[in-house]
């Protein structure tokens, strides 16, 4: 049974810092992009960032292509996102997302593109 299973989320201050992880399980994500989507109340789910198998491409939503980052580490399985002067309307639930690299290539990328998904974990940014 695949698994992405998030963490890190919680309250921050704005302009403040927080780290996201991802452990994914269940199969081999050899050749599985990575990434996250959110979802703010009120509004549709989002693209936020992806990255590639080898780390080679990494693509970022404009909102947060300048304070975001995205990393990960295939000996554990595990995709990070490193959110640095976080503002309010960061606030979301932030979803962990894997999709096979044949599939499409670029970003951003839709909803339905997503293999698997995780079951989200909630970031508010405090003003």
């Known amino acids: 049974q695949v698994q992405l299973v998030e963490s890190g989320g919680g309250l921050v201050q704005a302009g403040g810092s927080l780290r996201l992880s991802c452990a994914a399980s269940?199969?081999?994500?050899?050749?599985?992009?990575m990434g996250w989507f959110r979802q703010a109340p009120g509004k549709e789910r989002e693209f936020v960032a992806t990255i590639s198998w080898s780390g080679s491409r990494r693509y970022s939503s404009d909102s947060v292509e300048d304070r975001f980052a995205i990393d990960r580490d295939n000996a554990k399985n595990t995709v990070y996102l490193e959110m640095n002067s976080v503002k309010p309307e960061d606030t979301a639930v932030y979803y962990c997302?894997?999709?096979?690299?044949?599939?499409?290539?670029?970003?951003?990328?839709?909803?339905?593109?997503?293999?698997?998904w995780g079951q989200g974990t909630q970031v508010t940014v405090s003003s």
């Open positions: 997302i894997a999709y096979h690299a044949t599939k499409v290539t670029g970003a951003p990328i839709g909803e339905k593109v997503v293999d698997y």
């Open positions: 269940g199969r081999s994500f050899r050749w599985y992009v």
